[in-house]
């Protein structure tokens, strides 16, 4: 409640309620290599966006870095993903730009729009603002091109990644992974990027696990191809140019944004569903998509009649963790942090993380000072990501009202930002 009172008092608060955050954007690259610091041999256990970006970050800092993953192929379920600029500031200076250049786009601007019509009803500018404000670009991406990008500059920085091996259980005193097969290793640090259903949190929350919980809401995701958007005239304003647009209506909200050099339409449709994932139909998801946004702006419906399949996707939140180190076992990423991706930081708030936790290792001398260095990183980025799990909610409130005077106010607050700023 308190995060929350502060959002709406921030005087530089921008109406149309996105991004306010990164102005407190405090992660640095550490100097890299640091011959005074001490070089560790740490593993990562999960080859995810977060998992990835981290090992980048603690090799180029001169650690030796392994990463375990238990699937056996690597890849990333979903397609689009938004990479912020906090996130891609930091990547860039990891070494991505050349990497993830030729798949990324960068929309001119987002589009707020009313559910019914498509009436735009605020506008926030990322060409030239984002650059000049934030010094990285705001990229969208297809969630594979993104990961192999890592994966391949992980492997540029001499990141050794170890697929098919699951960690069945951690020793934080020991500072040892078993892993299914039946086989120990020990390190000096162990990062576990292992996502929401993460096995470490428990270890390191000392057996009482906090999961990350249902949110009432649910989003489906899809593509729909380009070409075929393009025989209908209609749909052409959506495809002119590179924006991202977002549809706001009661209790629901519709992001979409082209992928895949602009060959593929990402939509994520985000809806009320308190049900229990593990009942789920897939089979009926499409339909049921389609229904849940029946009557919404023409344009809109006529793109989500093209959609041939879709996933639902629960929508999961976790609480503020205290504690994300135990001994030489840290958190990172979704493990510590899941959040709704309505601020689109759940990914960048592990590459910050990554980096933030490199940075916090270059100050260490000798292994007296590790557990010094990781409660800096504790205490620095439970406080940020905890800020953004709560941004992100109230960012679905925002975007969720009904219509009546709390959606006049606020679409009359986005107003004046759109006109004042003509694109
Ligand atoms: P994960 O991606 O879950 O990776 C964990 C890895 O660990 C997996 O590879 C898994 O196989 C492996 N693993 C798990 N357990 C074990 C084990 N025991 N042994 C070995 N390996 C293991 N974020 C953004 O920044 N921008 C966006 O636009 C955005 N949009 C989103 C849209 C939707 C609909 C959703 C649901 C999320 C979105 N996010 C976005 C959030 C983002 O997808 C996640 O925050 C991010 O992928 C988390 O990365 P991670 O590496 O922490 O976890």
Not at 241 to 259: C, F, Q, S
Request: net charge neutral; charged share 20%.
């Amino acid at each position: 409640a308190t995060a929350n009172a502060s959002v709406f008092e921030t005087p530089t608060y921008p109406t149309n309620c996105l991004y306010f955050l990164q102005d407190h954007m405090q992660v640095r690259i550490p100097p890299s290599p640091n011959r005074k610091s001490q070089l560790l041999d740490i593993v990562i256990v999960g080859a995810g966006l977060g998992g990835l970006a981290t090992a980048i970050a603690l090799a180029q800092s001169g650690h030796r870095v392994k990463v375990y993953e238990q699937a056996s192929v690597l890849g990333e379920v979903g397609a689009g993903i938004q990479i912020p600029s906090n996130s891609m500031r930091l990547l860039a200076e990891l070494g991505l730009e050349p990497y993830l250049k030729d798949h990324a786009t960068e929309p001119k601007a987002i589009y707020f729009r009313r559910w019914q019509n498509g009436k735009t009803i605020g506008m926030t500018k990322l060409i030239p603002e984002f650059r000049q404000t934030y010094n990285a670009p705001y990229y969208v991406i297809h969630r594979a091109d993104f990961h192999s990008a890592l994966h391949k500059r992980a492997l540029d920085v001499g990141v050794e990644i170890k697929l098919g091996s699951r960690a069945v259980s951690y020793n934080a005193d020991t500072s040892t992974i078993t892993f299914e097969n039946g086989s120990v290793v020990t390190a000096d640090l162990i990062v576990a990027a292992d996502g929401v259903k993460s096995l470490a949190r428990k270890v390191v929350l000392g057996g009482h696990d906090k999961v990350p919980q249902k949110t009432g809401f649910a989003a489906y995701r899809s593509t729909v191809k380009v070409e075929r958007m393009q025989q209908d005239p209609e749909l052409d304003s959506l495809l002119t140019e590179p924006a991202l647009n977002i549809w706001v209506g009661d209790g629901r909200h519709v992001m979409t944004y082209k992928i895949g050099a602009g060959k593929t339409f990402n939509l994520v449709l985000s809806h009320p569903d308190n049900s229990d994932p593990r009942e789920w139909d897939q089979s009926k998801a499409l339909d049921e998509m389609r229904a849940e946004f029946r009557g919404w702006d023409t344009k809109l419906t006529k793109v989500i009649n093209l959609i041939d399949k879709t996933i639902k996707w629960p929508l999961l939140s976790g609480s503020k963790l205290d504690q994300w180190v135990s001994e030489r076992l840290v958190l990172l990423g979704d493990a510590a942090h899941a959040m709704v991706p309505y601020m689109s930081q759940g990914a960048a708030m592990a590459v910050e993380d990554g980096v933030a936790l490199a940075h916090s290792l270059s100050k260490v001398h000798d292994s007296r000072d590790i557990s010094k260095a990781l409660s800096i990183y504790q205490s620095v980025r439970t406080i940020r990501s905890s800020q953004m799990q709560e941004a992100s909610l109230l960012n679905g409130q925002l975007w969720h009202f009904p219509d009546g005077p709390l959606q006049e106010a606020r679409d009359l607050a986005m107003y004046p930002e759109t006109v004042s700023r003509p694109f």
